[in-house]
């Protein structure tokens, strides 16, 4: 019988269960976020991907945002590391950026990248990769989904440019691979992509095309995948119990060999240890959960059962903070 509190190995990783804390939103002074580092860290989950960590300065999400490019970044993030590892929890960097501007031009049409800026998207990935590894993260989080610049970029409902980085998948998908290649050959990194299952848009990405793009990102280097849709919080509420990405994902784990996780409104032990013995999914990630009460897992752990206080009312979805709005 498979538990959420079961040890297991991802990829180059031992985790101690298969919970993963996802995306946390920071806005929050640092002493706050390693508080709740601390408290996530200890109470029982297996891997905390951090927020967005943002690429450029001008792209943060909130006034605490971490911004890879500022002074103290790599003194900050080491001692997140810090936090986590003295748990014996992984921590990955998800990284990613919303608009790319160049100097004055600001929000730069995909079609619109020159060769040049495409390698300087790399470049920018590779080297917040690299202060990732610096600072002793195990893993960084390649966002591919929601509504990231990359997910434009691979997707044919934004992306027609007739060069090498257009047209079919895999020319879509070319800075992505390219770019986990190079971490892949200069780093110890785990790398993780988080992509859409299918972004419901005509002409967008379907689940036949995100079941070809795990295939590419297996092949080119990636070690595990996260499923996830865009505005994936507002579909999680209390009246909306379906999971619209557990068909795709069930497919996909049997069709690749890397580790595959699905989040999105988990709440309630029972119903997820009943998830991961009627499928072969094995990882489970969950976001607000974590906001409403950071330490909860320590409870569930416990008793053995329970349901998160979450009332999946999405107030800190709609109001962009870290911090819930009702506990
Ligand atoms: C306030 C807030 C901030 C979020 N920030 C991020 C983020 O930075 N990166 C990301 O990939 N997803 C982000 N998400 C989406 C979550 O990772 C998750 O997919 C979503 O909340 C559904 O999962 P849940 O039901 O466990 O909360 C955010 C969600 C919320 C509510
Ligand atoms: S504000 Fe609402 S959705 Fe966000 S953590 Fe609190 S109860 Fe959950």
């Not at 993963?20 to 640092?30: D, M, P, V």
């Not at 970044?73 to 810090?82: G, H, P, W, Y």
């Not at 859409?196 to 848009?201: H, V």
């Not at 995948?225 to 509420?237: A, D, E, H, K």
Request: charged content about 25%.
């Amino acid at each position: 019988m498979k538990n959420i509190f079961d040890k297991s190995n991802f990829g180059n990783l031992k985790l101690n269960s298969r919970i993963i804390c996802t995306g946390l939103w920071q806005t929050e002074k640092f002493k706050d976020t390693c508080e709740r580092y601390e408290k996530i860290s200890s109470s029982g989950v297996g891997l905390i991907i951090t927020e967005i960590m943002s690429l450029h300065a001008k792209d943060k999400f909130s006034e605490y945002a971490f911004i890879i490019d500022k002074p103290d970044f790599i003194f900050q993030a080491k001692q997140l590391a810090e936090i986590c590892h003295r748990h014996d929890v992984p921590i990955f960097g998800q990284i990613e950026f919303i608009k790319f501007n160049r100097g004055i031009d600001l929000d730069i049409a995909v079609n619109d990248l020159s060769i040049d800026d495409i390698r300087k998207i790399q470049t920018d990935l590779i080297i917040a990769a690299k202060k990732l590894s610096f600072a002793d993260f195990d893993g960084i989080q390649l966002a591919l989904g929601n509504n990231f610049y990359l997910s434009k970029f691979i997707n044919p409902y934004y992306n027609q440019r007739n060069d090498e980085y257009g047209g079919n998948t895999f020319n879509r998908m070319r800075i992505v691979l390219e770019t986990i290649k190079v971490i892949k050959n200069t780093s110890n990194l785990h790398v993780n992509c988080r992509i859409n299952a299918f972004d419901g848009r005509k002409g967008g990405i379907d689940k036949k095309e995100s079941l070809e793009i795990s295939k590419l990102l297996e092949q080119y280097g990636a070690d595990s995948i996260q499923i996830t849709r865009p505005l994936s919080p507002v579909y999680y509420t209390k009246e909306n119990k379906e999971n619209e990405l557990l068909d795709f994902t069930k497919t996909l784990v049997n069709n690749i060999d890397i580790p595959v996780i699905l989040g999105g409104g988990f709440h309630d032990m029972e119903t997820m240890n009943n998830l991961l013995n009627s499928s072969n999914i094995e990882y489970l990630s969950m976001y607000r959960p974590f906001i409403a009460e950071s330490d909860f897992l320590e409870t569930w752990r416990k008793d053995g059962c329970g349901v998160s206080r979450c009332k999946m009312c999405n107030n800190c979805y709609r109001t962009k903070t870290s911090t819930c709005y009702h506990f």
